[in-house]
């Protein structure tokens, strides 16, 4: 997943970071949350009334199946957004969002989205092109799963990752603070 902050020259920090606009009615309702390593952002069936903005840090997006086993769908760190879905009608949270590592995020109430969406057009244009990256990010992994083998699999989510998440350092590439193997 490829990290959208500066989308078209969209800076979304202020944008979805209302404490930036100098406007002192949104700075009164704007929120940043801290979450400590492990802590939980959200859980299945939490109200979905809030759309976060990653300032510093890294979230995994995840759900459980019936056994309990868990499957992380994203791992997102500055820059990017979830919750998202949200905008989409979503009335309860269907994943689990988790912190990595101490994270800073920007709170957004969806009410005071889509009232900035209202006001700021290339704010739709960013969702627009968010969503549609995430569902070509989707189909790829889904057509990944029915057409390639493991090792292919393995091979192309490694190239992915160096490409969308990695460093070019001399002549290789080093994906830092991404997952450990456990």
């Known amino acids: 997943m490829q990290s959208f902050w500066h989308l078209e020259n969209i800076d979304v920090t202020h944008l979805l970071c209302p404490t930036k606009l100098g406007n002192d009615a949104l700075m009164s309702r704007h929120v940043h949350r801290d979450f400590k ?11 979905s009334d809030r759309i976060f903005f990653i300032q510093e840090g890294r979230i995994k997006i995840s759900v459980m199946n019936d056994e309990g086993k868990e499957i992380t769908k994203a791992i997102l760190s500055r820059g990017e957004v979830f919750g998202e879905l949200s905008l989409l009608g979503e009335s309860r949270r269907r994943d689990f969002a988790t912190a990595l590592e101490n994270t800073i995020t920007c709170v957004v109430t969806l009410e005071e989205l ?6 700021r057009s290339e704010l739709n ?15 790829r992994r889904l057509e990944s799963l029915v057409f390639r083998d493991s090792r292919s699999r393995i091979v192309e989510f ?23 193997h456990q």
């Open 37 to 47: 390593k492990g802590e939980s952002v959200y859980v299945p069936d939490e109200l």
């Open 158 to 180: 490694l190239v992915n990752l160096a490409q969308t998440k990695g460093q070019r350092v001399g002549y290789e590439w080093v994906v830092r603070q991404f997952i450990t």
């Open 114 to 119: 889509r009232g900035l969406m209202r006001e």
């Open 125 to 139: 244009v960013f969702f627009m092109k968010m969503f549609g990256a995430r569902q070509l990010e989707m189909e």
